[in-house]
């Protein structure tokens, strides 16, 4: 690992005190959750990528309002029939941008209602953060979702153990692609971006992914990023590369 490497590890560390909020269950520092409370996080990180986070946080508990509430809400979405959930896209607001993955969630209502009593609680409760992650994959929330919902779930003391992953979304393929490779790397394989993490904070690589994902919104842009008020503006390999040009809008 080269040394600034290490320093972009040290200076995003150090930018570790925001977190993420991942609406109730961030606040509850490790009590209880709540039926209702598990099941909107769930289904709001369900949402939560390819589109705006705010976005599908917001989409996300209009469809739980819409659907009666997060008490049953598996249970309300596993009363269609799927051709009746796929009808009800458009009059649910569009929940994803995609339509797939708006329907996704039809299949992975049907397993948490046949394998966890239509409780997100019983997808992780009792369960280490790699037992958690097996069983979220295995309900079909996909391996960087649920990468992502484990990391809350530690986060928020629903969940105790160590170590999990970055998950490699736009923004933190951006900041990360930038800063050590130099370049627009957004389509890099999300493998390799968590192997790198991996390698620069092997404790815990998920500290690692509030900064990321934080700088990709606020600084990192995909054009014209502000590299004037980066922090990691000294170390980063783009910045350096670009800085003696006044050209910083990515071709
Ligand atoms: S210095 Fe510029 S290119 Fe590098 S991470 Fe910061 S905003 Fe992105």
Redesign the pocket.
Known sequence: MTNDMQQIATLLLQKRDGKGDFGEISHLNGRECSKAVANQFLICCLLDFQQDADVAWEKGAALVKALGGAEGIWYAINAHSKGEWESRYEEFGKPHRFHWAYTRIWGIANAICARYDGDARNIWHGRSPYDALVHLRAVGAGDQISGMIVGALRESGQIQGATGDVKADVHVRR?FG??IFGDEVEDVDAAKIIELTRQLHSADPWQLDWPLWN?GRS??HQTN???KQ?Y??IH?A??RKHSDTSVMTPS
């Open positions: 900041v930038r800063a700088l600084n990192c990023p502000d590299c980066c990691l503006r980063c783009y910045h």
